[in-house]
C-alpha cells in the first residue's frame, strides 16, 4: 500500500476523525475547543524509513516520538525547540486520574503516571498534534499536543498501566502497550473507537514473578519484541496488512527466551526474575535485563527462523529495571538498582559500560552509586547518551555526567531523592524532572558545553513527584504527575 495511504489510515478508515468532549484542566490554561474534527486530502508525505537501530535518530517514517526514548537504541528523545522558562499550558483531565490496584498482599489507590510512563507524541497528516499515553486510571488517552482535548475515545483496561505504549514506527495505525490486567495489547486506531486486536495474555506463558508488563514493546522489520514480568522475552511476527480498508494483523510467536537459570536464583537468593526494562536493539543484537540483574544479548539475524541464541551474559548483582542503552560503537549502558547489596554489586558498580565483544571482560568502566542514608542506592531512570558524556539520574538524588571514554564523572547536581525519571536531551538542552519528594518540578540546563551543565530554568510543579519520562516535541513538554494528571509545559 502506497505510504501516504498507510499514514491516513492512522487516523480512520477515511482519514476524517471525529473526537470527544474537551475535560476542564485543573490549572487556568487558555481556553479549548470542545472538539478537534479534521479532514486531510491525499497525497501525504513522511519522512524516508530509518535503518533499525540508527543511533540518535527517530525511528522509522512516521515523524514524532513513537517509543520510549525514541528509538530501539533508547538514543534519541524528541524534537525541540525546548521551551525557555516553561509555564503549565494545560493539564488533563479535570480530576485525578486514580484506580486501585492490589500487587502482592497490597491493595491501594494509585494515581496519574509512574515509571515509565513516557507519551507518545505524533504528527498526525491532517495537522494535529497527537500526545498518547497510559495512566494508573486504568486507561489509555488520546489528547491534542495544542489544547488538551481529546481526539479518540479512551481505551479501558482491567488494571492500571505503568509503562509506555509504542506507535507503529512504520505507519500502520496501531498501538502496542502492556498493562498490569496481565495483556501485551495491539489495538486498532483507524476505526471509530480503539478496538483490540490481539493480546498476550501473560497468564497462558507461566513464568516466574508476575504477569504485569512495565517493558515498552519495540517494533522492527514487522516483528514485536517485549519482556514480561513473568521473565520471558518474547518475539512476536505481526504480519501486519490491511484487509477491506481496515488495519489487520495476524500475530506469530516466533521465540520465547526465558531470562531465568538456577544459577542466577542461587545468586540473588530469591526467584524474582521479572523484565521490567525495555529491550534495546541495534542491528542484528538484542538486549534485555531482569530483576535478577542479569543482562542478556542475543543474535536476532535468524529470528524469523525461530533461532534466537543467546551472545552475551552477564550478571551485575542487583534488579535492573532501567533500559539498556547502546551506543554507535555497540557497547551497552546499564543502570543498576542498589537493594540487596550482595558482594557482587560492590565489585561491579551500578552504572556499566560494557563491551559485548569482550563477554569474558565486559566491564568498560563503572560507577557505584551507593545509598546517602539508610535505604536503596543505584538508578532506577535509563541514562541519556549525549556528545561524549552519558547523563544519569540517580535513586539517592544526583544528577551525574560520565564522560563516555573513561567513567569518570566528571559534573554531578542535586535533584532529589527518588529520581526516577528518564532524563531527555534535545538539541543543546537537557530536560530531568527533580524535586520529588518536594511536591515535583522540572529542570532544564545548557549542555552546549556537555561536561558542564548550565542551568537554564526550574519550573516547580508543586502537587506531585514526576516519575515519569517526559516526551519534548516542538515547543511542548508533556509528562505525567503522580498527583494524578497529565501535562503540557510551554508557552
Known amino acids: ?232 522475552l518474547f518475539a512476536v511476527q505481526l504480519n501486519r496488512s490491511f484487509i477491506d480498508g481496515e488495519v489487520s494483523v495476524t500475530p506469530e510467536i516466533l521465540v520465547k527466551v526465558e531470562g531465568w537459570t538456577d544459577e542466577l536464583f542461587r545468586s540473588v537468593g530469591d526467584r524474582n526474575a521479572s523484565i521490567e526494562s525495555s529491550v534495546a536493539i541495534q542491528g542484528d543484537r538484542l538486549y534485555f535485563t531482569n530483576s535478577g540483574g542479569r543482562v542478556v544479548g542475543l543474535d536476532i539475524s535468524a529470528i524469523r527462523s525461530g533461532v534466537a541464541p543467546i551472545v552475551f551474559d552477564f550478571w551485575a548483582g542487583d534488579d535492573i529495571d532501567a533500559s539498556p542503552v547502546i551506543d554507535p560503537d555497540g557497547s551497552v549502558y546499564v543502570a543498576v538498582e542498589l537493594e540487596r547489596f550482595l558482594p557482587r554489586a560492590s565489585e561491579v558498580g551500578q552504572l556499566l559500560k560494557l563491551d559485548p565483544t569482550r563477554p569474558d571482560d565486559p566491564i568498560v568502566w563503572s560507577v557505584d552509586v551507593p545509598p546517602r542514608e539508610p535505604g536503596d542506592g543505584g538508578l532506577w531512570a535509563t541514562p541519556a547518551l549525549g556528545d561524549g558524556v552519558l547523563y544519569a539520574a540517580t535513586h539517592p538524588g544526583e544528577l551525574l555526567a560520565v564522560d563516555t571514554k573513561t567513567g569518570e564523572v566528571v559534573w554531578r547536581d542535586e535533584i532529589g531523592f527518588h529520581a526516577w525519571s528518564s532524563p531527555v536531551l534535545v538539541d543543546t538542552t537537557l530536560v530531568v524532572a527533580v524535586d520529588c519528594d518536594n511536591g515535583g518540578a522540572l529542570r532544564a540546563y545548557d549542555v552546549s558545553n556537555p561536561r558542564l551543565p548550565d542551568e537554564l530554568w526550574h519550573r516547580p510543579l508543586g502537587t506531585g513527584c514526576i516519575e515519569s519520562t517526559p516526551a519534548v516535541w516542538n515547543g511542548g513538554i508533556y509528562v505525567g504527575s503522580r498527583d494524578g494528571f497529565f501535562y503540557r509545559f510551554g508557552r
Request: aromatic share 8%.
Open 1 to 232: 500500500m502506497h505510504r501516504s495511504i498507510v499514514v491516513c489510515a492512522l487516523l480512520t478508515t477515511a482519514c476524517n476523525l471525529a473526537v470527544g468532549p474537551v475535560t476542564a484542566p485543573t490549572t487556568a490554561p487558555p481556553p479549548a475547543p470542545t472538539t478537534t474534527s479534521t479532514t486531510i486530502s491525499l497525497p501525504v508525505t513522511t519522512r524516508p524509513a530509518i535503518p533499525t537501530g540508527v543511533v540518535g535518530r527517530p525511528h522509522g517514517s512516521v515523524p514524532g516520538l513513537v517509543q520510549f526514548r525514541g528509538n530501539p537504541s533508547h538514543t534519541w528523545y524528541g524534537l525541540g525547540p525546548v521551551p525557555f522558562d516553561p509555564e503549565i499550558a494545560w493539564s488533563f483531565p479535570d480530576s485525578p486520574m486514580c484506580s486501585v490496584s492490589t500487587v502482592a498482599d497490597e491493595t491501594r489507590q494509585w494515581c496519574g503516571t509512574g515509571w515509565t510512563g513516557q507519551p507518545v507524541v505524533w504528527e498526525r497528516p491532517d495537522g494535529v498534534t497527537e500526545v498518547i499515553f497510559g495512566a494508573y486510571d486504568r486507561a489509555v488517552h488520546f489528547l491534542d499536543a495544542a489544547t488538551g482535548a481529546r481526539t479518540r475515545p479512551d481505551f479501558v483496561t482491567g488494571d492500571l498501566i505503568k509503562g509506555s505504549v509504542s506507535l507503529d514506527p512504520d505507519g500502520f495505525p496501531l498501538l502496542y502497550f502492556g498493562s498490569r490486567d496481565n495483556k501485551l495489547r495491539i489495538v486498532a486506531l483507524d476505526r471509530p473507537e480503539p478496538t483490540e486486536l490481539y493480546a498476550i495474555d501473560a497468564s497462558d506463558h507461566p513464568g516466574v514473578w508476575n504477569n504485569d508488563w512495565d517493558g515498552n514493546p519495540s517494533i522492527v522489520n514487522d516483528i514485536l519484541y517485549e519482556g514480561g514480568e513473568n521473565g520471558i
